[in-house]
């Protein structure tokens, strides 16, 4: 049996687990202990699958939780669930020679700064940006330019 590993979960993924199970695969689902521990993820999973938890939030603990994935497991694909995973997902993937977005891509969903100066490069109308060093800088070239936008060049949900 084919087995698909999921990096993240959560809530909104469940249904993601269901539809994988209806394809015939067998899952290894990475995700919090709290997601994974919910009655919720445990009624989603199947006897077959197994759970790998991660305690911290930062991409480098979904990494380390892949790894042991990649010990335990004869896996045929990967799919990231949410920004956080996209990076561990993608190095997986290049591992294991697996489709999929690649690391250039996942790199790049990943930084602001760099999805803009890709798609200018490209041709692809941006937004007038900025790339501020500090808290004075970013003041200073806002003052005049409201309304704006200001975003960390990092993170989910900024």
Known sequence: MSRLLMVGCGRMGRPYLRRAHARGL?????DSPESLGSEETRAALREDDTTYPVAAADEEAWLTAASAVLRDSDLKGVVAFSE???????LI???LGLRGPGLRAALTSRSKIVQRELFSRH???QPVYYLARGTDAAISWAQGRY???AKPLHGMAS
Request: no cysteine; proline share 14%; aromatic share 0%.
């Open 93 to 95: 993937a290049d591992e």
């Open 84 to 90: 956080p995973h996209v990076v561990p997902a993608a």
């Open 147 to 149: 309304p704006l936008v």
């Open 26 to 30: 067998t899952l290894a689902v990475i």
């Open 123 to 125: 041709g692809l109308a």
